[in-house]
């Protein structure tokens, strides 16, 4: 969580780590998405996947994740400073997300996040919009998943 | 779920309503996306969201099991019109994601889904790509929430 005076374009994040396991892509399955090919590696091995398949939106969720546990790390890094950590602006939306490739049972995910722009905004004063490109990789280096995000970021002004 | 040459353009389905109480919001964001305005009346009152509101991603999740339901309900129309149901297919990601305004806690939305576009794909012989947009309206009628969507669906061809 930063200002957006903090922001520069090109800043990249490593977000960590996630191995999709059989189990947890089956009890994400259950609650939000029940298809066959989420739910049983049988169904899974027929299926354009190939095998037991995470849902898509298991995927983005686990992203979220990691992204809100590193603007916490990034709040306890500005409190070691000294600085007075910003509160941070929920999201607008997002652009162009892709499921680039099957994120099969037993695959683990790294995610980062690039910024790619930062701009104040007209229509609420105090506020910025930063535009980053999320993206994780599976343990093979290839991309899986990726999406351009946006989140409302406050400046700093008077609270430095 | 259907088959390709099944879908025309404008076709829409009424994917059904769905209930963010405050439970469900906080237990979905202690998994998945835990920040303050999502888990604390208070904290979601002080936000720019003005409540306990829900995450995006849950309205997301939400959609999908919606959807998955939705194609389960297809399936059953077919077999009993002594049809053989296809196999629907994964999706290769989406565009143009927004979330407009907030979820708060007790709003009910309701999702539907229509085609704007369908096409037979080159790189997958008996198969085609249906884009569609999917959106959620709460209770007063304002949209929330959408999404383009796109599928694989399989071609009829000599199944038929």
Redesign the interface.
């Known amino acids: 969580m930063r200002y957006l005076e903090d922001i520069q374009i090109g800043m990249r994040r490593e977000l960590g780590s996630f191995t999709f396991t059989a189990e947890l892509i089956k009890a994400f399955a259950r609650?939000?998405?029940?298809?066959p090919?989420h739910l049983d590696e049988e169904a899974g091995r027929k299926?354009?996947?190939g095998g037991l398949?995470a849902?898509?939106?298991h995927v983005?969720?686990?992203c979220?994740?990691l992204l809100?546990a590193d603007?916490q790390r990034a709040k306890a890094e500005a409190e070691a400073r000294g600085e007075a950590p910003p509160?941070?602006?929920?999201?607008?939306?997002?652009?162009?997300?892709?499921?680039?490739r099957?994120v099969l049972a037993g695959d683990t995910l790294t995610y980062s996040s690039e910024v790619v722009s930062v701009r104040a905004t007209a229509t609420r004063p105090g506020w910025g919009i930063l535009q980053s490109k999320n993206v994780a990789v599976n343990q093979r280096g290839e991309e899986v998943y990726s999406f351009l995000g946006s989140v409302?970021l406050p400046q700093r002004g008077d609270a430095a």
Do not use: C
């Open positions: 609650q939000f998405d029940p298809q090919f299926s354009l996947f398949a849902s898509g939106w983005a969720s686990v979220m994740k809100v603007g509160v941070g602006g929920p999201s607008p939306g997002f652009r162009d997300l892709r499921w680039s099957p409302f």
